[in-house]
Structures are given as structure tokens and as C-alpha cells.
């Protein structure tokens, strides 16, 4: 089955400062990357997501590349503020119609200091 | 538009006992996975269901089953509880013909002693 690795586990980063965090996957056949973030006890939300014939997308200060030869894909975000603090999930996902199977990456504890 | 809701939101079981969770989906949406996020680790597939049939499954025992009803609710029933078994059982509901964007429920804490 499928396999997703997320690295760093932890960042902290100084506010405005950029965090990155990268994933890595082992199905070829997964054609859907989401990011979620989950805030202390609450639901994890989706932030953005990629599919697998584009390369790039970005969303105000989140964008997220997709290597599909290395099975990589990374989460970027600039000027952080303190309310990005987060754990961030990077997921890989196969299917269509009725059936989507996701496998969700470990999680990084994202701190962003004042 | 109503958000997918999950209950009860907190339960304590013993060791051997059974329980049931229930979702109720967006609206509109057909479609209906159950994950389990232990403490600190991502969430993990159980199970999917659509137009109320399984359709995909992870690597969870069979003590761990479910239903879908006509309006797309659904149940997760885990019997024979083990203490492994605490953690956070999050709902989320999609549409077959969506994004693919999982919408979360805030999940139902179970803690098994």
C-alpha cells in the first residue's frame, strides 16, 4: 500500500521567516496531494492541494510543488505569523468517482515564534 | 450548509467492551471515510463507504465495522475494545464527484482502560 513520510516532525520558525515541509511517497499511482492543517484540538482543514499533472500551485503565502519522478512533494509558506502554528498533514490520495483512499503523512509541528 | 458532525464527542470504555460512533455527512455529500489519529501521529484509513457499501478498506482487524444509511450517515462499530484502541476517530464526508477534499468532523475522543 502506500506510503507518505513527512519531514520535519518539528520546525520552529521566527515570524515572517519561511517553513518548509516535505513528503515523500511511494505509490506512482496516486494522483492527489491535499495539505491539511489541524489546530489544537480541533478538525484538520484543508489548505491546498495539488494534482498530479500540475507542478505548482499557490495560494496567497501556501504554495505546494509536486515532483512526480522523485515522488516529492513540498509545502512552502512565507511571512509566517503566529497563526499559522499548527501540525500540518500532507496526505497522497488515489481514485475517483466513489472510492478515494488517502494515506496521511505523519504530521509536522509547525511553532511560529513572535 | 450543514458540516459533518460526530457523537458522542468524548467516551470511556473498558478493555473487551463494544462501541458505537455515529457521523452525520455534509450535506449533499455521498461519501464516507473513517480515520483513526492516535496521539501525535497522522490520521489512518479504516474504512470508506459509498451508496452504502464498503468500498475500500485499511489495515484495521474486522472487529472494526461500519454502515452507511440512505442519507448517507454512517457508524463506526469496533467490538472486543483493546486499549490501543484510544485515540481520536475522526468522520469525514466528500462527494464522489468533488475535489477530493475531505471535510473532517472534530471527532469522537475514545479512551479504552
Given at each position: 500500500g502506500e506510503n507518505v513520510e513527512q519531514h520535519p516532525s518539528t520546525l520552529s520558525v521566527q515570524e515572517g521567516d519561511s517553513a518548509v515541509i516535505k513528503c515523500t511517497y511511494?505509490?506512482?499511482?496516486?494522483?492527489?496531494f491535499p495539505w491539511y492543517k489541524q489546530e489544537l484540538g480541533k478538525r484538520p482543514q484543508l489548505i491546498i492541494d495539488?494534482?498530479?499533472?500540475?507542478g505548482e500551485k499557490k495560494d496567497q503565502r501556501i504554495a505546494?510543488?509536486?515532483n512526480k519522478t522523485a515522488k516529492h512533494f513540498s509545502l512552502h509558506i512565507t511571512e509566517t505569523q503566529p497563526e499559522d502554528s499548527a501540525v500540518y498533514f500532507c496526505a497522497a490520495s488515489k481514485g475517483s468517482g466513489g472510492y478515494q483512499k488517502v494515506t496521511f503523512g505523519t504530521g509536522t509541528k509547525l511553532q511560529v515564534i513572535p | 450548509e450543514t458540516g459533518v458532525t460526530q457523537s458522542p464527542t468524548h467516551l470511556i470504555k473498558t478493555r473487551g467492551q463494544q462501541v458505537t460512533l455515529r457521523c452525520s455527512s455534509q450535506s449533499g455529500h455521498n461519501t464516507v471515510s473513517w480515520y483513526q489519529q492516535a496521539l501525535g501521529q497522522g490520521p489512518q484509513f479504516i474504512f470508506q463507504y459509498y451508496r452504502e457499501e464498503e468500498n475500500g478498506r485499511g489495515n484495521f482487524p474486522p472487529r472494526f465495522s461500519g454502515?452507511?444509511?440512505p442519507?448517507?450517515?454512517s457508524e463506526l462499530n469496533v467490538n472486543a475494545l483493546e486499549l490501543d484502541d484510544s485515540a481520536l476517530y475522526l468522520c469525514a464526508s466528500s462527494l464522489?464527484?468533488?475535489?477530493?477534499?475531505?471535510?473532517f468532523g472534530e471527532g469522537s475522543r475514545l479512551t479504552v482502560l
Open positions: 511511494s505509490d506512482s499511482a496516486s494522483n492527489y495539488i494534482r498530479s499533472n500540475v505546494v510543488t509536486l | 454502515l452507511q444509511f442519507n448517507y450517515s464522489d464527484r468533488g475535489t477530493g477534499e475531505l471535510f
